[in-house]
């Protein structure tokens, strides 16, 4: 994709749809994907944080998620056509996946809120293959990432909020081939 530049950092300038059919072909073909969906607040975090700027570097899209970034792109007369953001791309990627039979691993959230998520998922996308799901508040992470390699999924969700999620993601990507993708609060909404 084409990229819009706000703050140094470059935005995919495409839709949702493009984005989604462009995902879903690189998870077919094993690919190993780190997708951000940013908001102006990690614009600003990035600014004053040169160990998170180099890891948005790493990353393979970087998507407009909030209308503050939105409104930027059209002030500095580089516009960008709509927002991305993290939960719709889940969705839809759950969606897709379910019909396609990839695994799942969902990481984040509250233990109680991620049994909810797995609950509502199970009876809204009964065909979803989920491997894994991990609350966000562990102590060994060494033993988190452990879990996800051994089950071996296609699609990784991390939704442990920025910079977690980011940190986490560029540190282990390597370790599976897959989609790795940070979804913020995305879990405390599936779970209603
Ligand atoms: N969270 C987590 N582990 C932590 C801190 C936060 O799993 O150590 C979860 C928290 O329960 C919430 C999400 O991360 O579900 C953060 O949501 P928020 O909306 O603050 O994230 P943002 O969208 O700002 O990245």
């Given at each position: 994709f084409?990229?819009v ?5 470059p935005?995919i300038?495409t839709?949702?749809q493009?984005?989604v059919a462009?995902l879903?072909?690189e998870?077919?073909?094993h ?13 600003m975090?990035?600014?004053?944080h ?8 790493q990353?393979?899209y970087?998507t407009p998620?909030?209308i ?9 007369g580089t516009p960008?056509p709509?927002?991305i953001t ?6 839809e990627?759950?969606?897709?996946g ?7 691993f969902?990481l984040?959230a509250?233990p ?7 609950a509502n998922?199970?009876?809204s996308?009964?065909d979803l293959?989920i491997?894994?799901?991990l609350?966000g508040y562990?102590?060994?992470e ?8 051994a089950?071996?999924p296609d699609?990784i969700f991390?939704?442990t909020g920025?910079p ?5 993601i560029?540190k282990?990507?390597?370790r ?12 405390d909404?599936l779970?209603?």
């Amino acid at each position: 994709f084409d990229t819009v530049s706000i703050l140094e950092v470059p935005f995919i300038k495409t839709t949702n749809q493009a984005f989604v059919a462009q995902l879903e072909q690189e998870i077919l073909a094993h690919q190993n994907r780190f997708v951000v969906t940013a908001n102006p607040e990690i614009l600003m975090y990035a600014r004053e944080h040169p160990e998170y700027q180099q890891v948005l570097r790493q990353a393979d899209y970087i998507t407009p998620d909030g209308i503050g970034v939105i409104q930027g792109a059209q002030i500095l007369g580089t516009p960008l056509p709509e927002r991305i953001t993290g939960y719709d791309t889940l969705q839809e990627l759950l969606k897709w996946g379910a019909q396609q039979h990839q695994r799942v691993f969902l990481l984040g959230a509250k233990p109680t809120v991620l049994k909810q998520v797995v609950a509502n998922l199970k009876s809204s996308v009964p065909d979803l293959v989920i491997v894994g799901a991990l609350d966000g508040y562990y102590d060994d992470e060494a033993a988190v990432v452990d879990q996800i390699v051994a089950a071996n999924p296609d699609m990784i969700f991390i939704a442990t909020g920025f910079p977690k999620q980011e940190f986490f993601i560029a540190k282990y990507r390597h370790r599976v081939d897959g989609l790795w993708m940070g979804v913020g609060g995305s879990f405390d909404v599936l779970a209603g």
